[in-house]
Structures are given as C-alpha cells and as structure tokens.
C-alpha cells in the first residue's frame, strides 16, 4: 500500500469517526426535553451537511492529488473533534441541569401534593363555609362545612345558584353585593344576610367576598361565610336593652354619667344621660372644660363640700352624697348623688368616676317641713304644762320633758333609754299590761296612777296614753301625758271640809225639810 492509500483510508477513517460521533450527539440531544433540544439541534445539523458536501465534492476527490487540501482536511477533522468535543460537554452540562432541575420539580410536586392535602383538611375540617362561585352566581364549589352549618351535601348545591337560598328581605342587598364583586376585583367588605337551611329555618350569615374572575388559576368568586346566629342574637339583646335604656332615660328624672379624670385631676364629662339636659338644662359638652363639682352647676354652699371629697378619693371609692344644683334658670334643685370611682393599678390614681343622680327637691321640702314640725312639736311638748313622756316598744325611755323632770325629780340624761324609774314596786306588770294594750291600738283616754318621785315619795297623777306611728303607719312606741292630781285632790279635800262644816252649822231638820215653794200666779 502506498502512502496515498494510507492516507484516503486514514480520511475516511475519520469521517466515519466524525459521522458516528455526530449520530451519538444527536441521539443524546433527542432525549433532552424539547425546549432544551432546540440550542444544540440547528448546529448538528449543520455539521451533518457540511461533512456530506465535503465527501460529495470534487475538491475531496481532487484531494488525493493535492497533499495542501489534504492537510486542509486534517485541520478541519481536528476543528470538527474540538467541537463535537465541546458540543459533548455542552450536552453533559445540559443533562446534569435537568437531572437537578427534574429532581427540584419531583420535590416540589412532593410539597404540592402535600400542600394540597392540607388544604383540603383544613377546608373539611374549617367551620366557615369556602364557595367558589361562578359569574353567573352558581356554584362551583362548596366545602364540607356547607353541610355542617346549613345541612346540604357540598355536591348537591354544585351548579346550583346560590341567590335562590337567601331571605326574599335580603336579596336585593346580596345582588348589589355580587354586582360590585363583578364589577371589583379583590375583597369585598362583609356582608349579613339569612340563607335557608336544609330543614327550612333561617340561618344568618356574614360573607366576605374576593373577586378573582382574572386569575387564570380560579377565574371565580370566593366567598368565605360563617353563622353569626348567637352574634345576631347578642345585637337584637344589646338594640333592645338600648332601646330599653333610651326610653327609660328619656321618662324618668334621674340622670347618670361619666367622668374621665385626667393626671392633673380635672374632671371631664364623657357622657351624660338624656334626663341630665332636662334636669340642669346643661348639654355635656358645656361641662367638659370646666369639670363637675368646679362649674356653676352646683351649689355655692355645698361646692367646698364636694371639692374636700375630691381629695379623698384614694382612700374611698364609692359613696353617696347630697346637695343642690343650679339650673341654666338659675333654679335650686336638690339632688342625691350615688358614685363609684374607678382605681388604675398602672397609673396608680382615679382615671374614671361614674355615678347616678336622682332629684329629691319634692323629698328635700318633705323633710323640711317634717324638721320644722318636728322642731315645733319640740318646742310644744319642751313647755307644756303637763308630764309627757315617750317611750319606745320595750318600754325604754325616748322622751322626758321638763315638767316630767319638775314632778318626778328626775333629769331627762338620768332617764333616756332606760326603763321609766317612776313605776312603783309590784306594779310592773300591770304598766307592762297598759304598754302592750296601748302598741295594740288602744288609747287610754284617761285613768288615775299613783307613781314614784326620786325624793322616794309618789304623787298622784292622771294619765293619757296614745300609741306613736311612723310615716308607714308602724307602731314604734307610745306617749303618755300625765296630769298632777295633787292640786285636784287639796282641792277637793278642801272642799268636803267646807260642805262638813256647813252641815254643823244648819239644824239637822234643814237636811230632811224642804222649803215651801210660793206657788201664786202672779196677776
């Protein structure tokens, strides 16, 4: 074999080599996936064409006569190695980035799979119902707390419109609701409404609604809805008791409040009852600069009395007090004021007094004029002429007027809230006998005694006894007023010694004898 043949054999060897390299490479860059085939595709196939223009040509055949093209060849068999090479390891690299990259997809479809079994644990197991509905309103999807809370298998109301379950009352405010979720994408604010349960009672509900028709991965609405039933029931209970309370304010005279004690210790009103307006004729505001006990509200002479109080807030908590305001006429009016201060333990002081205002004006003039009768029985029973003494149902002593000290000797300080010292020994139980008759009603109208004196003496005396009454008609002792007989009886004794003596002086015949009459008519 001459050297010429060495050499086509060696070419040919080459191209071969060549051509079953580029068939491996292109076996491999198949197995990629299609996006990644697309880089190495287009330059093996240029090779591919290159490599059967060469052994077609004429220029190759020539070369075996031409020693320069033939080195030209070797060059561009070495330049095709260098490439195939780099093309090798481009498609090495390739294929550890999609192993990697395969491996990350399998861990992430992993914690998909995962994601979504919680999710739908946590839908099933979730006490507020998850829909998805769609634009026309049906239902897409319902989950399982669908059942639980309204009685309906998730898979029954599926295609169902959702509008055909809730209150006729209702339907108006849910339609606007789902018209604005149309028109809004995201989250609505909630909505109340009834829904009719499966056993055909009304459920209240409170949704709230996110728009996601231009999500590509739900294009629906979502609601998320739970029963508010007890809330609902709680807010009918608190609008009925304020409804209560409104009236209840706006009938009755008394009036309550609150103030906000700042640390500077000012008092600022922070609400007042409606019946505070008609009683001062004050609206609060026109209190909140200058406080409560500071303002012209109250009272010149009793404003001292409230301020010293103030001051004693740290040791007293609640308390009661009463005294006059002035209303926005300049009217007097009295008030009975019941308090109770709020203790921070953080701020350590008084940062809240709430209290209540009941009028007693009508109360306060009763008392008055209870004082000045009683004053004015006082003075009567303090300079009668007679013993009055007042006794409580046990029989101690509750009054001793001066004539009582006069008969008996006696001091009232000597007798009050003691048994009456003036009963004679043994003669207890026949006093304790004309007490009780006396608390049982009965009056004695007037009856002769004969009691003790201090001196150890008695004296005669006549006595009238009542029962004494409270304002409730209760029986709570008795009076007995006593007159000296001792004045009646000289008198009396007096008296038959002057008749006796008129009896010696007369014959005794006068005694049997009466003088004839002159019977004549007169003409």
């Given at each position: 074999?001459?050297?010429?043949?060495?050499?086509?054999?060696?070419?040919?060897?080459?191209?071969?080599?060549?051509?079953?390299?580029?068939?491996?490479?292109?076996?491999?860059?198949?197995?990629?996936?299609?996006?990644?085939?697309?880089?190495?595709?287009?330059?093996?196939?240029?090779?591919?064409?290159?490599?059967?223009?060469?052994?077609?040509?004429?220029?190759?055949?020539?070369?075996?006569n031409?020693?320069?093209?033939l080195?030209?060849?070797?060059?561009?068999?070495?330049?095709?190695?260098?490439?195939?090479?780099?093309?090798?390891?481009?498609?090495?690299q390739?294929?550890e980035?999609?192993?990697?990259?395969?491996?990350?997809?399998?861990?992430?479809?992993?914690?998909?799979t995962?994601?979504?079994?919680?999710?739908?644990?946590?839908?099933?197991?979730?006490?507020?119902?998850?829909s998805?509905?769609?634009?026309?309103?049906?239902?897409?999807?319902?989950?399982?707390?669908?059942a639980?809370?309204?009685?309906?298998?998730?898979?029954?109301?599926?295609?169902?419109?959702?509008?055909?379950?809730?209150?006729?009352?209702?339907?108006?405010?849910?339609?606007a609701?789902?018209?604005?979720?149309?028109?809004?994408?995201?989250?609505?604010?909630?909505?109340?409404?009834?829904?009719?349960?499966?056993?055909?009672?009304?459920?209240?509900?409170e949704s709230?609604?996110?728009?996601?028709?231009?999500?590509?991965?739900?294009?629906?609405?979502?609601?998320?809805?739970?029963?508010?039933?007890?809330?609902?029931?709680?807010?009918l209970?608190?609008?009925?008791?304020?409804?209560?309370?409104?009236?209840?304010?706006?009938?009755?005279?008394?009036?309550?409040?609150?103030?906000?004690?700042?640390p500077?210790?000012?008092?600022?009103?922070?609400?007042?009852?409606?019946?505070?307006?008609r009683?001062?004729?004050?609206?609060?505001?026109?209190?909140?600069?200058?406080?409560?006990?500071?303002?012209?509200?109250?009272?010149?002479?009793?404003?001292?009395?409230?301020?010293?109080?103030?001051?004693?807030?740290?040791?007293?908590?609640?308390?009661?007090?009463?005294y006059?305001?002035?209303?926005?006429?300049?009217?007097?009016?009295?008030?009975?004021?019941?308090?109770?201060?709020?203790?921070?333990?953080?701020e350590?002081?008084?940062?809240?007094?709430?209290?209540?205002?009941?009028?007693?004006?009508?109360?306060?003039?009763?008392?008055?004029?209870?004082?000045?009768?009683?004053?004015?029985?006082?003075?009567?029973?303090?300079?009668?002429?007679?013993?009055i003494?007042?006794?409580?149902?046990?029989?101690?002593?509750?009054?001793?007027?001066?004539?009582?000290?006069?008969?008996?000797?006696?001091?009232?300080?000597?007798?009050?809230?003691?048994?009456?010292?003036?009963?004679?020994?043994?003669?207890?139980?026949?006093?304790?006998?004309?007490?009780?008759?006396?608390l049982?009603?009965?009056?004695?109208?007037?009856?002769?005694?004969?009691?003790?004196?201090?001196d150890?003496?008695?004296?005669?005396?006549?006595?009238?006894?009542a029962?004494?009454?409270?304002?409730?008609?209760?029986?709570?002792?008795?009076?007995?007023?006593?007159?000296?007989?001792?004045?009646?009886k000289?008198?009396?004794?007096?008296?038959?010694?002057?008749?006796?003596?008129?009896?010696?002086?007369?014959?005794?015949?006068?005694?049997?004898?009466?003088?004839?009459?002159?019977?004549?008519?007169?003409?």
């Amino acid at each position: 074999m001459t050297g010429d043949d060495h050499n086509y054999k060696f070419i040919f060897q080459m191209l071969e080599k060549t051509f079953q390299h580029l068939q491996a490479l292109q076996t491999q860059v198949n197995q990629l996936p299609p996006a990644q085939q697309g880089i190495l595709k287009k330059t093996l196939d240029n090779l591919f064409n290159s490599l059967q223009e060469l052994a077609v040509s004429d220029q190759f055949e020539s070369a075996t006569n031409n020693a320069a093209k033939l080195v030209e060849l070797e060059k561009s068999n070495r330049l095709l190695e260098r490439t195939s090479a780099q093309q090798a390891s481009q498609l090495r690299q390739l294929q550890e980035q999609f192993q990697k990259e395969l491996s990350q997809y399998r861990r992430e479809n992993q914690a998909l799979t995962k994601s979504e079994a919680k999710l739908q644990k946590v839908l099933r197991n979730s006490p507020d119902i998850i829909s998805i509905l769609e634009s026309d309103g049906r239902v897409r999807y319902h989950s399982a707390a669908v059942a639980r809370v309204l009685g309906y298998k998730p898979e029954a109301r599926i295609g169902k419109v959702q509008g055909e379950l809730i209150h006729p009352d209702d339907l108006l405010a849910w339609q606007a609701y789902f018209g604005k979720l149309l028109e809004h994408p995201g989250i609505a604010k909630p909505i109340e409404y009834r829904v009719r349960h499966a056993d055909g009672y009304w459920v209240y509900i409170e949704s709230i609604g996110n728009s996601l028709l231009f999500d590509s991965n739900v294009r629906g609405i979502v609601m998320n809805s739970q029963e508010i039933g007890e809330r609902k029931q709680a807010e009918l209970a608190i609008k009925e008791s304020e409804f209560h309370y409104k009236i209840m304010s706006q009938i009755t005279s008394d009036f309550a409040y609150s103030f906000r004690v700042t640390p500077d210790r000012k008092f600022v009103c922070e609400w007042a009852t409606e019946a505070f307006g008609r009683c001062t004729g004050y609206l609060p505001e026109e209190l909140a600069a200058s406080g409560w006990w500071s303002s012209d509200l109250v009272h010149p002479d009793d404003k001292q009395m409230l301020i010293e109080q103030l001051q004693e807030f740290t040791s007293i908590r609640m308390g009661t007090n009463e005294y006059r305001i002035v209303n926005k006429k300049g009217e007097v009016r009295w008030v009975k004021d019941r308090w109770q201060a709020v203790w921070d333990k953080t701020e350590g002081r008084i940062v809240r007094l709430w209290g209540a205002c009941q009028k007693i004006s009508d109360r306060k003039q009763v008392e008055v004029q209870l004082q000045l009768a009683k004053e004015l029985l006082q003075a009567q029973i303090e300079s009668a002429p007679l013993a009055i003494i007042c006794t409580d149902t046990k029989g101690k002593v509750t009054v001793w007027n001066p004539m009582a000290e006069q008969i008996f000797g006696w001091s009232a300080t000597q007798v009050l809230e003691q048994i009456e010292p003036n009963i004679p020994e043994g003669k207890e139980q026949d006093f304790q006998a004309t007490l009780k008759s006396v608390l049982n009603g009965k009056a004695q109208n007037g009856c002769e005694v004969s009691l003790l004196k201090k001196d150890g003496g008695s004296i005669d005396l006549w006595l009238f006894a009542a029962p004494v009454q409270d304002a409730s008609g209760q029986t709570i002792g008795c009076i007995k007023i006593f007159s000296d007989l001792s004045e009646r009886k000289r008198i009396e004794s007096e008296r038959q010694k002057l008749v006796g003596l008129k009896n010696m002086e007369e014959p005794f015949w006068a005694r049997y004898i009466t003088p004839p009459t002159n019977t004549k008519k007169s003409k």
